[in-house]
């Protein structure tokens, strides 16, 4: 809240004013936007890039089992230059043996006619000759249980044998179509990867910041809660002081002013509390059917039964068209926020005697109009540049009650505008999206009644 006693701004200088700070709201959205922009990226590319180290990682892992645990591959080249003939077919040099040996390996050659001419520590149990059948099924799979190699040797076939459990022997197959088709999904296939990593990254982003954001309010919550416990204490002391006779009439004064700052400071209380739910989102809107006519009468109202006449007087203004107009919004929300633009006036207006506000509501095209004007000294420029740009923090305990006026108003997806009036004093202009139109509205909330265009 807060007026200075300044004269108001003329109307063209207040426009100029107005289109200046959306330029500057515009560029400070802008970078702002990139800002988040970069940081998204940045983390999303630090997630790929953990996410790919993580990934050699354990690919580099499983190369060195693999290395570590595969038999030493033992080929046609390493065992003919150490085979030569004897007597009795066929022998291997003494190196070779103790390799063969080693790895638990073994060898036997075949004929053409598929008879074993000579072998090496072949497993008991294996036959002396093959038919042509089992020769192709050892050649793609197993032979007993052994995995198994088979090279041509001059006219004869060499078999290279492995211990059992040792190899797993499979012949994968894939069509060229498939392959093709794989050539062409991969750029997709790493845009799911790209997609599913920003997707994680998001989500969280998004927990991380919720949960900073309710640690805070229950936070606030919490403390709010134990300043109203003795708070409500003190208010109820403090009636009792003033309400006391055998007290004097200083004692009974001071009592009230104990009282009067009690209620204030329960007032900043729940301001807090509603302004941080509004912040970030977490006041769920209780949205019902709302004559808003029916609610500036009740406000209205509600203030000149506090204060009377010689020190308030509500000019209230509702076009006929207007009576009928019905909102889907927060009821209670929108008291809260006409009741803050009263206060403003009454406490911040600069006025020495009466203060006079006028109210005016009108329907234009799909929304609703409502203006509340008084006969204070105006904003400053300091109180109508914070209060135009959406972004800065409502630092100035001044102009709290009228930030919360104007979170209640967006979060009803609606706009508020503050400003001066070239006779002297301010004003604030709200536009809201009407839900329908009826022809007769009753809006049990409503405690004062009234006409069209009636001083209330």
């Known amino acids: 809240m807060g007026m200075d006693r300044k004269k108001g701004l003329p109307a063209g200088k207040r426009v100029g004013m107005r289109l200046g700070m959306r330029r500057k709201n515009n560029q400070l959205n802008w970078k702002k936007a990139m800002r988040s922009l970069l940081r998204a990226v940045a983390g999303i590319a630090m997630i790929a890039f953990l996410a790919a180290a993580l990934n050699f990682f354990f690919l580099g892992i499983a190369l060195v089992q693999y290395m570590k645990l595969t038999p030493d591959s033992i080929g046609k080249r390493d065992i003919v230059p150490e085979m030569y003939v004897a007597k009795q077919g066929y022998e291997l ?67 290279i044998g492995y211990p059992r459990d040792t190899l797993w022997k499979y012949n994968i197959e894939f069509s060229l179509s498939w392959i093709d088709f794989i050539k062409e999904v991969w750029l997709y296939f790493l845009a799911i990867n790209f997609i599913w990593i920003v997707g994680l990254a998001f989500f969280l982003h998004r927990r991380w910041t919720r949960s900073k954001e309710q640690a805070r309010l229950e936070w606030i919550a919490g403390i709010s809660h ?157 109180v109508l540049r914070s209060l135009m740009n959406p972004r800065k923090k409502d630092t100035d305990w001044h102009i709290r009650g009228l930030g919360i006026v104007r979170k209640v108003i967006r979060a009803h997806g609606g706009r508020i505008v503050f400003g001066n009036l070239p006779q002297g004093g301010g004003f604030s202009e709200i536009r809201l999206r009407i839900s329908r139109r009826m022809p007769a509205v009753r809006d049990c909330g409503g405690t004062a009644s009234g006409y069209s265009r009636r001083s209330v």
């Open 93 to 159: 040099s003494g190196g070779m043996q103790e390799t063969l040996r080693e790895n638990g390996n073994w060898l036997m050659l075949l004929n053409a006619d598929g008879q074993v001419i000579w072998e090496f520590d072949k497993p008991d149990g294996l036959a002396d000759s093959y038919s042509r059948a089992d020769i192709a099924r050892m050649a793609k799979w197993y032979l007993d249980g052994y995995p198994v190699y088979m090279y041509l040797w001059e006219d004869n076939i060499l078999v």
């Open 226 to 382: 134990d300043i109203r416990t003795p708070l409500s204490l003190v208010m109820g002391y403090a009636d009792m002081l003033e309400r006391d006779p055998e007290l004097s009439a200083e004692e009974r004064q001071q009592a009230a002013v104990m009282k009067r700052q009690s209620i204030v400071m329960k007032e900043l209380i729940e301001d807090l509390n509603l302004t941080s739910q509004l912040e970030y989102s977490m006041e769920a809107l209780r949205k019902s059917v709302v004559s808003p006519a029916a609610v500036l009468r009740e406000v209205a109202a509600s203030f000149l039964n506090d204060m009377g006449e010689e020190r308030l007087q509500i000019q209230l203004e509702i076009g006929e068209e207007a009576e009928h107009i019905v909102l889907k919004a927060d009821r209670r929300l929108l008291v809260r926020a006409f009741r803050n633009l009263i206060n403003n006036s009454l406490q911040h207006g600069g006025q020495e005697a009466c203060v006079h506000i006028r109210i005016a509501m009108w329907q234009k095209r799909h929304s609703c109009h409502i203006r509340f004007e008084d006969n204070g000294a105006g904003y400053s420029g300091q």
